[in-house]
């Protein structure tokens, strides 16, 4: 019974040992830290990011819209802004210039206003072309689509307060 004693007692003395070493390895850190700490300290920071979403995806107000809505260079023709579904508007414009080249320079005067922009997708041969985009500016969403054929190029584009559930851009009255 003695014999048996001492080997648990070995056991849990090796056990321990490991998990103080454990415990205790340098893994990169030259200051101990406890994980009461490093729970508060993880709590903050996505306290702090989760305030950061809120604040930066709070709906944009309407009348506000048009002012996050670039003009593109070289614009012949302006339509809108018109009302649409779930509070957003749609602007249509007609720009002289190559599809593809008026699209990416749209792209970057989008990102000069703030957004965020995701290319959904893009075309190009034979003189024509186009893209559509995606982005949010705060709360703000956007949905940008144009496209045409040698210096002609078309231009819809519409935003809402926040995303719609379903956030159609369709071709305005032309």
Request: proline share 6%.
């Amino acid at each position: 019974m003695r014999r048996g004693f001492s080997t648990a007692a070995a056991v849990a003395v090796a056990v321990a040992l490991t998990g103080t070493a454990c415990s205790n390895s340098d893994s990169g850190n030259k200051a101990p830290a406890s994980a009461s700490s490093a729970t508060t300290a993880s709590s903050a920071a996505t306290a702090a990011s989760s305030a950061a979403t809120a604040a930066s995806s709070a709906p944009v107000a309407a009348d506000k819209l048009p002012s996050l809505v670039p003009t593109p260079a070289n614009s012949q023709t302006t339509k809108g802004p018109d009302n649409i579904a779930d509070g957003g508007i749609h602007l249509y414009f007609q720009v002289n210039g190559s599809p593809n080249d008026v699209m990416t320079a749209y792209k970057a005067a989008l990102e000069e206003k703030g957004w965020t922009v995701t290319t959904m997708v893009t075309s190009g041969g034979q003189g024509g072309g186009g893209a559509t985009y995606t982005g949010t500016n705060g709360g703000a969403y956007g949905v940008f689509d144009g496209g045409g054929y040698s210096a002609n190029t078309y231009l819809d584009v519409c935003a809402w307060p926040t995303k719609p559930a379903n956030p159609n851009c369709s071709r305005g009255d032309r």
